[in-house]
């Protein structure tokens, strides 16, 4: 079993819809890392945290150290929002290396 | 300005060839990172290097032997290629600062390398 699973794995959605993708972790972290991959490949790092929440334009991203658990939220979705969302955690104890969840592939249809 | 580069951006080689990757980074970080990424587009760590020293070194065959000449550079070198090797290699760079981690720091990642092994 992965330390790091994301939900859902693929997410389809029109264009201006509310968008979650979560993460749920089994260790304590240092901090949780949500990345996005374009399909050109390249990966981008959206948000760094370690407690509560974290805005940037249309994105959000909230962390709940308690329940092992974050959420990254996209409003008024767009279509150059498609891409792979990526959460990952630096574990305590970690060696300073990150562990991946699989990636969640979210489409927004114009 | 490119902050992490990599070359090549795509590498087609056959089974049984020894090839490199190279990754430079002008951000100041002081510590790299090589991850693989499968065709699943799962993500790994493979190596971390930190001020030139190696500080992780995942389960990865001793055919792959990266090298740092200075913290702006790491390279890796893969002998003796085998199908299972392809796959996306990314290089990222982080700062360590506030006694935190560098992988609690931002990690700025490279663009990719597609290897593919014939």
């Known amino acids: 079993k992965n330390e790091v699973e994301q939900s859902p794995q693929n997410l389809t959605a029109q264009e201006g819809e509310f968008i979650t993708i979560n993460c749920s972790y089994s260790?304590?972290?240092?901090?949780l890392h949500w990345l996005q991959q374009h399909p050109g490949g390249g990966i981008v790092s959206l948000f760094m945290?370690?407690?509560g929440k974290k805005k940037h334009g249309r994105l959000i991203a909230t962390i709940n150290i308690q329940e092992k658990h974050s959420s990254l939220h996209i409003t008024a979705s767009h279509p150059r929002d498609s891409a792979v969302y990526i959460c990952?955690?630096?574990?305590?104890?970690?060696?300073?290396?990150?562990?991946f969840g699989t990636g969640t592939r979210l489409t927004i249809i114009p | 300005d490119t902050a992490v580069s990599q070359t090549p951006k795509y590498l087609v080689t056959q089974m049984g060839n020894d090839k490199s990757i190279k990754c430079e980074q002008n951000?100041?970080?002081?510590?790299m990172y090589w991850y693989k990424q499968d065709s699943k587009k799962f993500l790994k760590i493979m190596f971390s290097?930190?001020?030139?020293?190696?500080?992780i070194n995942e389960t990865v065959p001793n055919r792959f032997s990266p090298k740092s000449p200075d913290k702006a550079h790491l390279n890796l070198h893969i002998n003796s290629l085998e199908l299972g090797d392809s796959a996306v290699y990314f290089c990222?760079?982080?700062?360590?600062?506030?006694?935190?981690?560098?992988?609690?720091?931002?990690?700025?990642f490279g663009p990719g390398t597609r290897l593919t092994v014939l």
């Open positions: 951000l100041g970080h002081d510590t």
């Open positions: 990952a955690v630096d574990p305590y104890f970690g060696n300073e290396k990150l562990t």
């Open positions: 945290l370690s407690s």
């Open positions: 990222a760079s982080s700062r360590t600062f506030n006694g935190g981690g560098a992988a609690s720091n931002e990690q700025f």
């Open positions: 290097y930190n001020n030139k020293e190696l500080i």
């Open positions: 260790v304590g972290i240092s901090a």
